[in-house]
């Protein structure tokens, strides 16, 4: 089975309403860390830091590398000064959180960052720091579920599509969002705590729910390509290749997005073209579409 990453285009993909690089800072950092490449990630980030030395995802990145290295000096000596001189900043504040949760603790130098007692300061940090912005949502979604805290996680992700939505101007509304289907997000997000505990780069996710599957790709999908949140788009990379039946027909979900995600979507049908699912209705409200 040929992996799925950034050559492999899906068809039916959901139209873009902003536009998004591949992949942001900070996931290019853990992918490097990821694959042990420190040299990499330090010439990285040493890029980063030099045309911004305060940048708030470049200095998250660069906690996250010297968390992964065990180097608790450096966080301190670096980070705590700059949260004191800018204590609003969200990036610096949860890259405090990082610190405080892992410190010398990390459990692994294989999978650093599979800590299971973090949820709650990450929580704090949400209520507290986010300030309803969408970027710091993404990247809080994207620490947790590397955690494996996938239920966090992609509560947070719904969150950053919300805020990202807040900020446009857009002629439709997403119907994921529409209040008939709070139900279903909720039950949605009670089913995702079968992967709690699961780290994002293990080999497979072939033994839980389908249907769960589908429905977290969908949101992850959507929020990259049709908000341009690409943290998602790494994290639905990695869940495709886990699941056998998902890397198969990754070319076009269509067919699992109608059986698995039928009241977050539209279905555009057009003579002679194969159905396509949209994630918005341009000029119609919720009383006027069935699903």
């Known amino acids: 089975m040929r992996l799925i990453d950034s050559s492999n285009e899906r068809r039916n993909r959901f139209p873009k309403r902003e536009e998004s690089e591949g992949e942001s800072l900070y996931t290019r950092m853990i992918d490097l860390i990821h694959k042990k490449l420190c040299l990499e990630a330090e010439q990285l980030l040493d890029e980063a830091l030099l045309s911004n030395p305060e940048s708030g995802e470049a200095i998250l990145c660069w906690t996250e590398l010297k968390l992964y290295q065990r180097d608790d000096r450096a966080v301190i000596d670096r980070v705590l000064p700059l949260n004191a001189a800018s204590p609003r900043n969200p990036y610096y504040m949860l890259a405090i959180t990082l610190f405080q949760i892992e410190g010398s603790d990390v459990e692994s130098l294989d999978y650093p960052w599979a800590y ?67 139900l279903s997000l909720e039950l949605y997000l009670l089913s995702v705590q079968e992967l709690q505990g699961r780290r994002l780069f293990q080999r497979s996710f072939n033994d839980v729910s389908l249907k769960m599957i589908v429905q977290t790709l969908f949101i992850l999908l959507l929020a990259y390509e049709d908000l341009g949140i690409c943290e998602a788009r790494t994290v639905a990379l990695w869940l495709a ?51």
């Open 116 to 182: 299971d007692g973090c949820s709650g300061e990450l929580e704090y940090w949400a209520n507290e720091w986010t300030a309803g912005s969408s970027d710091p949502f993404a990247k809080l979604a994207f620490a947790s579920i590397i955690r494996g805290m996938w239920p966090s996680g992609m509560y947070y992700f719904i969150e950053a599509i919300k805020a990202k939505e807040n900020e446009s101007s857009g002629p439709a509304d997403l119907i994921l969002l529409w209040e008939k289907n709070e």
């Open 241 to 291: 290749n886990g699941r056998q039946q998902i890397a198969e027909v990754w070319e076009n979900l269509t067919p699992l997005f109608r059986t698995f995600c039928g009241d977050w979507l539209h279905t555009q049908v057009t003579d002679g073209a194969e159905p396509l699912v949209r994630p918005r209705v341009g000029g119609l409200i919720a009383s006027q579409l069935i699903c």
